[in-house]
């Protein structure tokens, strides 16, 4: 019988995840997420499904995060009608996040279209719509964390606390080959760290055949900080802010980033540490999100043990209508403004920042990974001058970042995490990481000696876009004839443009950017227009 898995996301890029499992005749998969940052990843979600959504028995997820889950509407619009299976607090956080993301897709076309009709371009339709979404959500089926379930027949999946997200797992599967024993298999998701300030640490089993594991800090430690100590380090952050006489804007994720941010800034204030100023969340999402959050606040299988509600306080506001969110842009100072997106790739965090990053006195604090080719990562990256909503926005605000919220393990910690996984009989897949990251993390496991795998090492793979690997043998082995030229969704080129982190419209941006500037430095206009005479040469 054979037994396959296919990479169609989160492979050199973590971004998309997606892995197609076949039990012989049957189908499963793992995660169905929607690709984000630069524009030829992101047109990976318009294009066809690189297989059949209609003989997909069953999908697994391992989170709610989109770059997770957020192409099941467009599963379910496709044709697939199994089971979505998770956690409960993931299926309580996807009902307000998968509509969410359709009315996002219906806005940002929308304005699309108004562009492409001043262009003469033909107008497109967006991935799915929020009535989309609330369709597929009666595929939800929750299931418990560390309980066996009945997945397809002849395999079963149990999950584990991934110590990410509310409702994250790492998803371990048992499925029979004809063998002794079921072969035994584990999907990592994205791991947390140590010293969440909501969750509790990762868990999950040992004595494995194969696990597909995520890499994204994979070649970068990050400081070790109790919650005192997280804290402290955001007070700092937060007085010199204040202190510059400007908006403090974070860039942060609707789901736990937000929830983080609150509890600390909350208990902050309280005790005197930081004055106390407005702190605006402006994300009707992130209010939905909160609830949820609330809700598991003393949960043995939710939260870290909370006293009181950390959400809840005078000085927190959250805004939901358009009009609120407009009305914000009156403040020129002393205010603590919190939007998504995290990686500053859509939602109301865009129009904060473009009304604030050319302010010299404003902060911008980025509290999260940045994704190659986002905007969050150009400012990371120190671009002085960015392109938002099609016009050039200098940026004289002061930009800081902060891993110490990083929803991620750090490289320290995903190495912890993999040694107690061991033994690992078969194979390593290393997945959900730039390629820089996956290459240190796999140079770091390179060096184990048998004492650390406890036993033989497995074979060590970092799979490509669409690749198909058996899974029957000794070690996984890829089969070839997987990626016929024709069927891939990316040329050599493109998808190497994409997992460096940037491709020809990152390109376009940053001329554009330069020329203008170059323009504006030049002293006179005859300099200005043999600058122009220089362009039109190279044009032909």
Not at 26 to 45: S, V
Not at 420 to 427: D, K, M, N, S
Not at 534 to 539: E, F, G, N, V, Y
């Amino acid at each position: 019988m054979p037994l396959t898995l296919s990479f169609h996301g989160a492979a050199g890029t973590v971004t998309g995840s997606c892995y197609r499992l076949e039990i012989g005749s049957k189908a499963i998969l793992i995660d169905c997420g929607l690709y984000q940052g630069d524009k030829t990843l992101k047109e990976l979600n318009y294009k066809p499904w690189p297989f059949d959504p209609r003989g997909i028995a069953a999908l697994l997820l391992t989170h709610a995060h989109i770059d997770h889950s957020g192409l099941i509407p467009k599963l379910f619009k496709a044709g697939y009608a199994g089971p979505v299976l998770c956690t409960e607090g993931s299926a309580d956080l996807l009902r307000w996040m998968l509509p969410d993301s359709g009315g996002i897709q219906e806005m940002e076309v929308e304005k699309l279209n108004r562009r492409n009709l001043r262009r003469g371009r033909s107008a497109v339709q967006p991935i799915y719509t929020e009535q989309d979404a609330q369709d597929a959500l009666k595929l939800l089926q929750a299931r418990d964390y560390e309980s066996w379930f009945d997945v397809i027949p002849g395999v079963r999946a149990r999950m584990w606390n991934a110590g990410h997200i509310l409702g994250a797992a790492s998803i371990e599967l048992a499925v029979e080959t004809g063998e002794t024993s079921p072969m035994r298999l584990l999907f990592s998701g994205d791991i947390g760290p140590e010293h969440k300030a909501l969750q509790h640490g990762p868990d999950a089993p040992c004595d494995l055949d194969l696990v597909v594991m995520e890499s994204t800090y994979g070649g970068r430690p990050r400081p070790k900080l109790d919650a005192a100590a997280r804290r402290a380090v955001l007070a700092g952050e937060v007085s010199a802010a204040l202190d510059a006489g400007g908006n403090l804007i974070i860039p942060a994720f609707a789901v736990e980033r937000t929830q983080e941010l609150l509890a600390d800034l909350a208990k902050l204030m309280a005790d005197g540490t930081v004055r106390r100023v407005p702190v605006i969340v402006d994300s009707p999402l992130a209010l939905h999100i909160t609830n949820v959050f609330a809700k598991y606040l003393h949960e043995a299988n939710g939260l870290r043990a909370a006293t009181g509600n950390p959400f809840a306080g005078g000085s927190l506001h959250f805004t939901r209508s358009v009009a609120e969110s407009m009305q914000i842009e009156q403040i020129t100072g002393g205010a603590i403004i919190i939007a998504a997106s995290g990686m500053c790739e859509a939602g109301r965090i865009r129009h904060h920042l473009k009304n604030n990053l050319w302010r010299p006195n404003a902060t911008v604090l980025l509290v999260g990974y940045q994704a190659p080719g986002t905007l969050g990562r150009f400012l990371e990256d120190g671009e002085r001058a960015v392109r938002i909503q099609g016009d050039e926005v200098l940026v004289r605000a002061n930009v800081k970042k902060l891993e110490i919220y990083s929803g991620h393990a750090d490289h320290d910690e995903l190495l912890d995490w993999l040694r107690e996984r061991a033994p690992v009989r078969r194979g390593l897949m290393l997945t959900h990481g730039d390629l820089d990251s996956i290459g240190m993390l796999r140079a770091a496991i390179a060096q184990w000696t048998k004492s650390d795998w406890k036993g033989a090492a497995p074979l060590v793979v970092a799979p490509r876009l669409d690749e198909t690997y058996s899974l029957l043998g000794a070690h996984p082995r890829l089969l070839r004839a997987a990626r016929p030229q024709a069927a891939r969704r990316l040329d050599r080129y493109s998808e190497a443009e994409a997992l460096a982190g940037h491709d020809w419209h990152n390109d376009y941006a940053r001329l554009m950017l330069r020329m203008q500037q170059q323009l504006r430095d030049a002293k006179t206009d005859a300099e200005r227009r043999r600058l122009l005479k220089k362009m039109q040469r190279a044009l032909g």
